[in-house]
């Protein structure tokens, strides 16, 4: 008992959304309905109930059934797709909202990390939000006081402490935010993917000190898109789909499982619901040189990525970029259109746009791969980012290299020149 | 062999107590039905948080204004000259023997208290919303730190009111022992309308629009333009159903005297007080498990 830090059993929660259907309505029924309806809610209300709930029949289970233990110490991962209930899962574990059913037991101090900066006020200098956010953290006034000189110059903010926080850069904003939360000293962390948020350099910060919290032997639940990070920070992985736990066991085999999953799913085209961006893509395939859509390449073949997305108003420089990830989520290569040898104009007129990438033949191993893909102008802002978005396979079918199965190959297929000479020299 | 083996087990047992002494808290989440504990020992282990959000609050306030702090004084202030000129004289409404403007002031100052922790405090939940999705505490301390934080603006009119009894030349009597007790009173009602509006603003947003016409409603059914003497008993103690009543004439009595001894009219305020305070916390706890998912 005493080395269980989480169990769960049984636990669902469920989402009342509107949406029923109503028949025909005359104009007596409607004005008749405007006086009753607000009494009718007034009544519910006084009942305790959730507005209007029999107004609104449609409901989701954005978890059900879901049952797992942690040990105390684990590292365990949380993937799955968009909305497959990760965040719903960490919303219940830290008491946000309620369960519907199930229930789930924590042993420990909880600390929930499921935004950078949760609480800061922008009115309050640097100083002040530590205590704040603190406070908000769950964190004690004497622990802020002891962690506080650790948290400024994790931050880099000394210079800023006691400016308002309103006049900080982003970058120096999600510093000073990550680096509160970062000092907690929960039993037990619930972290959600914040690192998704600033640069490189911020996200390997963050990500070092995620390690840390780690090996410091708390238990940590985290859930990521970034299969390199799970892989790395976590021993245990759970994978999420439509609100259950399809497969739990040793991180590497859950991810490998996730990327089969979302590659079967992808029958080589996705087409992608708008965002109220100025730009943004609307579909995205894998075609065979033929034009084909497929979703699983012959390693000897050429194929072609295709992405086709809108642009609402002129754009300068606008740059289509996309990252090819192997099974494991480790990236492989990132490009976008400002490499290309050919396309020299960057500016984007409003319309609707194809592009297609032409990858060689014999280039990628056999293997699992997916793509993520992006708009932006770079080092300005992001109009679309889309982490996974479509998977494909390379399937061997008869290359010199069969014999190894795809086994031990890299992702990258290479040929060098190699020269041999068999030396003449002493012993 | 038996007693060393006896030894050996109570010293595990021992131990397993020991570490089930030092094992961490353990919290059971599952759905909640019916009528839920008030949970007042967690509010009172988030005090800090409490104080901070209070704090906050103060902070925040009268930054970005020109007058800052000024703004709670000219509120109850200029109300209180507006009064003097049409309530005190053009109607002449009576004012139980003392100089119509100290009479009213006296009464707007808890009243501007009770009016602005109305208003903040039924928005205090929908104003963070940001933050009762993201993170669990005490949903209470929310609505709580807002009408705790009125008390900085209630100090300065207070001291404006401590001005014009000098000017008035009004020396108050050891009645003046009592007004923390008033003040209290408004402080709970605040809180129980201020729980009960906050909780049902997260559901409905008509509260947004109530507030106002409420605050101003409840004004004229308050003594603060006129004295509630002008009721007769049995009346005048059940006036005190509203507590700002037993406030108002309260804050009279303590400070300037008044011939209103409050005997009856306080208890009957404090009881009415004292339900609504009780049943907005639960109210206010039984809504707080959807406040999350329709904030």
Known sequence: ?427 | MSIQDQTIQDNTNAKTNVVGAFDMPHIRIQPSRGWVSLRLREVWEYRELLYFLTWRDIKVRYKQTVLGAAWAIIQPFFTMVVFSLFFGNLAKIPSDGIPYPIFSYAALVPWTFFANSLTNSSNSLVQSANLITKIYFPRLTMPFATVLSGIVDFVLAFAVLIAMMLFYNITPTTNVIWLPLFLLLALATSLGVGLWLSAMNVQFRDVRYVVPFLTQFWMFATPIAYPSSLLQEPWHTLYGINPMVGVVEGFRWALLSTNTAPGPIILVSSLAALVILISGAYYFRRMEKTFADVV
């Not at chain 1, 007596?28 to 209007?52: E, H, M, N, Y």
């Not at chain 1, 850069?169 to 972290?191: C, N, Q």
């Not at chain 1, 894998?286 to 754009?315: C, N, W």
């Open chain 1, 1 to 427: 008992m005493s080395d269980l830090a989480i169990r769960v059993e049984n636990l669902g929660k469920e989402y009342r959304i509107g949406g029923k259907r109503e028949r025909y309505k005359a104009l007596r029924d409607t004005i008749a309905d405007s006086v009753a309806a607000p009494l009718r809610r007034i009544g519910k209300l006084l009942r305790g109930q959730a507005a209007g709930a029999a107004d609104m029949d449609e409901v989701i289970w954005s978890l059900r059934n879901v049952s797992f233990e942690v040990k105390r110490g684990d590292v365990v991962g949380v993937i799955g797709r968009n909305g497959a209930g990760k965040s719903t899962l960490l919303k219940v574990l830290s008491r946000i909202t309620e369960p519907t059913e199930g229930y789930a037991d924590i042993y420990g101090r909880v600390g929930s990390l499921l935004e950078v900066g949760t609480g800061f006020h922008p009115e309050l200098t640097g100083h002040e939000n530590i205590y704040l956010n603190g406070a908000i953290l769950g964190m004690k006034r004497g622990e802020i006081d002891r962690k506080y000189d650790e948290i400024v110059t994790f931050a880099e903010v000394e210079k800023f402490i006691d400016t308002p926080v309103k006049h900080f850069s982003s970058g120096m904003y999600l510093r000073l935010a990550f680096a509160v939360a970062a000092h907690m000293e929960p039993d037990i962390l619930l972290v959600d993917e914040v690192l998704a948020v600033g640069d490189a350099a911020f996200q390997k910060k963050c990500l070092g000190k995620m390690g840390e919290v780690a090996k410091e032997g708390r238990t940590v639940l985290f859930v990521s898109h970034n299969m390199g990070a799970i892989a790395n920070l976590c021993h245990n992985a759970l994978l999420l789909n439509d609100g259950q736990i399809t497969h739990t066991g040793p991180s590497a085999e859950v991810i490998s499982q996730y990327l089969d999953m979302i590659t079967e799913r992808d029958s080589g085209e996705v087409l992608l619901v708008r965002t109220p961006n100025d730009a943004y893509f609307t579909r995205v395939a894998i075609l065979e040189a033929t034009g084909q859509i497929t979703q699983s390449i012959e390693v000897m073949s050429d194929f072609k990525i295709h992405f086709e997305y809108e642009i609402m108003r002129p754009i300068a420089g606008l740059e289509v970029s996309f990252s090819l990830f192997d099974r494991y989520g480790s990236i492989i290569f990132y490009t976008g259109l400002s490499k290309s040898k050919t396309v020299r104009n960057l500016d984007h007129e409003p319309g609707h746009y194809i592009v297609e990438v032409h990858i060689p033949k014999n280039f990628l191993a056999p293997g699992i791969y997916s793509i993520a893909i992006a708009l932006h102008q770079p080092n300005i802002r992001f109009f679309d980012q889309r982490d996974h978005v479509i998977g494909f396979s390379v399937v061997e079918t008869g290359s010199e290299d069969y014999k190894y199965a795809g086994q031990g190959l890299g992702s990258i297929l290479v040929q060098f020149d190699w020269t041999v000479q068999k030396s003449y020299g002493k012993n």
